[in-house]
């Protein structure tokens, strides 16, 4: 899907790749998606026929890390801004709007890296 996606799809997909690399995490090209992805899962997932980026956030929830999530939706908000809600569970931004706000982008995709990173430093 990426390579027929439009130059600002592959220009987040670079941008994501190259955080990825910076905060460990490992990047899987899928049959609809790009992730960049931990042990536990997605981190954030690219949709070129959407362009848009998905931040999954079922493992804050069951962590029990509600203050971290709405730090996280707050910041996805405003990128998105006020024409439509982010969810809750999934929030998405749209490739336009991450562009435009790429360095917040950046900052959530650390900040969901370092909590998640926490975690698995207590899995057995």
């Known amino acids: 899907m990426l ?3 439009g130059a600002e ?4 997909a670079e941008r994501l790749r190259s955080i990825g690399e910076d905060v460990d995490l490992s990047a899987l090209s899928a049959a609809k998606s790009l992730r960049l992805q931990d042990r536990l899962g997605s981190v954030v997932l690219l949709y070129p026929t959407y362009r848009m980026l998905e931040f999954p956030l079922d493992v804050l929830w069951a962590g029990g ?3 971290e999530i709405g730090e996280v ?4 908000q405003r990128i998105a801004g006020a024409s439509r809600q982010v969810s809750t569970k999934a929030p998405n931004i749209g490739c336009r709007e991450a562009l435009a706000e790429w360095d917040a982008v ?3 995709v650390q900040k969901l890296a370092r909590i998640r990173a926490a975690l698995i430093a207590k899995l057995p």
């Open 3 to 5: 390579q027929n996606a």
């Open 9 to 12: 799809v592959l220009d987040v």
């Open 65 to 67: 890390h509600e203050a």
């Open 73 to 76: 939706r707050d910041a996805l």
């Open 106 to 108: 950046a900052q959530v």
